[in-house]
């Protein structure tokens, strides 16, 4: 086993670890941490694809901005001690029924999909190329999902400010 495989694995069990804690956890504060590491993690793995500017992308952007706003969210609507009511059974028969439908279903799509191979060797880019495809709403452009990706975050963040709110029965 080479150590890029070593590496992978770990990150992977990292990320598989950490995403299970992050949603069954109570403490919100302690799900915004392995928030973290998740998302740390999944930097390696681009930094391991050579990935940099994603990868610094992951870093600055999600790991870095958006878990502190979360935590701070937190900080400052509720108490850090204040426990999460557990789910109920069905609830929790109807989740574990979605994460195994969802997980049939994108490993389904993987293995039905014919992934061309190709010998097209892609020379650099430039930081001039990425700002304007960052910029661009054509073919090869990322405008339309950098907006989605911000809608996304918007909601993550009013979600976990309506979780960590306290509540004034």
Do not use: W
């Not at 670890?17 to 919100?28: E, H, K, M, N, Q």
């Not at 391991?48 to 609507?77: C, D, E, K, P």
């Not at 279903?105 to 014919?114: A, F, R």
């Amino acid at each position: 086993m080479t150590t890029n495989q070593i590496m992978f694995f770990i990150f992977s069990a990292i990320i598989v670890v950490f995403s299970i804690l992050t949603v069954t956890s109570r403490r919100i504060l302690r799900a915004a941490t392995f928030l973290l590491f998740v998302l740390v993690s999944t930097a390696g793995l681009y930094f391991m694809l050579r990935f940099n500017f994603l990868a610094a992308i992951q870093l600055t952007l999600y790991a870095g901005g958006i878990v502190v706003l979360i935590i701070f969210s937190i900080l400052l609507t509720s108490h850090i001690s204040q426990k999460l009511e557990a789910p109920g059974l069905t609830k929790m028969i109807f989740a574990a029924l979605a994460a195994v439908a969802g997980a049939i279903l994108c490993i389904l799509t993987i293995l039905s999909y014919k992934f061309p191979e190709t010998s097209l060797i892609t020379g650099r880019t430039n930081v001039d190329e990425i700002g304007k495809a960052l910029t661009n709403t054509g073919k090869f452009g990322y405008a339309l999902p950098f907006e989605v990706i911000s809608i996304l975050l918007l909601s993550a963040m009013i979600g976990s400010i309506i979780i960590a709110k306290k509540r004034e029965d």
